[in-house]
């Protein structure tokens, strides 16, 4: 079904907005996937807050235009989904990495992050990024392990000692 103008412009306008906000993008051909699979696909992107929608790759061009994601322009060929990734950069590209282990026909085509346009080999390197919560635990490990060892620190001196009267009382007693 064909759009009219107005349908156009509205949905040009609804994915510049997601792309001047988002923090990464992904462009995956889709071709080959059933109706049911998409659908799974697009449940388990709302799940992640990712925002995905197929697009015309003309109207895809217009909306990406003045954002970030400018640079995808170049890659759009062939019947696309966009994923763009709201709250985490890596959300986008580890639910498409996720969902093409078990469907092959779902490949990567385009990855962009910082303005910069990468290729479908660099999608694992993006899932990889830790989301908020992994980064955090991470920062809180790097915090404590000063402090930890020099409590350990502090505490092997009497320890120390501890084990050589210990060791002194056994060998007096043994004699």
């Avoid at 949905?11 to 799974?40: C, D, I, K, P, R």
């Avoid at 026909?105 to 990855?111: D, G, I, N, Q």
């Avoid at 920062?139 to 060892?149: C, D, E, H, R, S």
């Amino acid at each position: 079904m064909a759009l009219r103008l107005e349908d156009k412009k509205a949905l040009v306008a609804e994915v510049n907005e997601v792309a001047a906000n988002a923090h990464s993008a992904v462009a995956a051909e889709y071709s080959g996937l059933s109706v049911a699979q998409m659908t799974e696909l697009r449940a388990k992107a709302r799940g992640e807050s990712v925002y995905m929608r197929v697009v015309k790759n003309t109207l895809a061009k217009r909306a990406i235009e003045g954002t970030e994601f400018e640079c995808l322009g170049e890659a759009l060929e062939g019947p696309l989904v966009l994923a763009f990734s709201r709250e985490d950069p890596g959300a986008a590209a580890r639910v498409v990495k996720d969902f093409a282990k078990d469907n092959e026909k779902l490949v990567a085509k385009a990855v962009s992050i910082g303005g910069a346009l990468y290729g479908p080999q660099d999608l694992e390197r993006l899932a990889s990024l830790p989301n908020l919560d992994q980064a955090r635990s991470m920062l809180l490990g790097v915090l404590q392990a000063p402090a930890g060892k020099l409590a350990r620190t502090f505490a092997e001196a009497p320890a120390m000692l501890a084990r050589v009267l210990q060791a002194r009382g056994d060998a007096g007693d043994a004699a």
